[in-house]
């Protein structure tokens, strides 16, 4: 049972050029969620998926679109990178238990893209 | 709004000392939910726990303890008897409750840096 996977681990790319992170979670969990994490600022979430089938914006969602492939996978992709996308994204996801109102999310291991 | 204030951003105490890591938060829910989570050097983010706003008894798990206090909308985070092994980043979080799955607003403060010096 590997929880959350990411891949990359590390990536660097010029700006304009286009990438796409995956994730993928063995857990069953029906929601998943991209995250960024810059210096000083905590995680401040980008899109979210409550379902297969469904995507929904977060807080930052500009410069960045979302496929959930599938029930496991939840991939983010930048299609013209900038230097201000130069952060750590973190995958999660989450299910509900029953008789609580609230997911708790589980983190994959973080990708470190830099854009130069 | 929800918000979520971690003053301290950096602190360092000598191994075996305790600690006290503090969240303060902002909800107009009534119901709502608080968590914390650890980030170790390696940059995984760990759950550690999480506690509903009706439920206001402290929590024990081993060298950790958690006070969550609704009269200062405070949930603070105390480690006794610190060890190198919990140096790390760590994240308090507020999530409201949600209605529909899944599309909860998980707010993170901005971390505490904690060093334990051997």
């Known amino acids: 049972n590997a929880g959350v996977t990411q891949t990359p681990k590390f990536q660097v790319l010029k700006t304009g050029q286009s990438m796409t992170l995956q994730c993928a979670q063995d857990?069953?969990?029906?929601?998943m969620y991209w995250y960024r994490q810059d210096p000083g600022m905590g995680l401040r979430l980008i899109y979210y998926s409550a379902s297969e089938g469904t995507t929904d914006k977060g807080e930052v969602p500009n410069g960045y679109n979302v496929s959930r492939l599938n029930k496991r996978e939840f991939s983010l992709r930048l299609e013209s990178a900038a230097p201000s996308q130069t952060s750590v994204y973190f995958c999660a996801s989450s299910e509900r238990l029953a008789g609580t109102s609230t997911d708790t999310q589980y983190f994959g291991p973080g990708t470190r893209l830099t854009v130069l | 709004a929800q918000k979520v204030t971690q003053a301290q951003t950096e602190i360092s105490v000598v191994e075996k000392e305790d600690v006290t890591l503090d969240c303060v938060y902002e909800?107009?829910?009534?119901?709502?939910?608080l968590f914390w989570y650890k980030q170790p050097p390696s940059g995984e983010l760990v759950f550690l726990i999480r506690?509903?706003?009706?439920?206001?008894q402290n929590e024990i798990s081993g060298r950790y303890s958690w006070n969550f206090q609704k009269s200062t909308s405070s949930f603070n985070f105390t480690i006794t008897a610190s060890q190198v092994v919990d140096s790390a980043v760590y994240f308090c979080a507020l999530s409201e409750a949600g209605a529909n799955f899944g599309n909860e607003k998980l707010t993170f403060g901005t971390g505490t840096r904690l060093t334990i010096i051997p």
């Open positions: 506690r509903n706003s009706f439920d206001e």
């Open positions: 909800t107009r829910d009534t119901t709502y939910y």
């Open positions: 857990m069953n969990h029906n929601s």
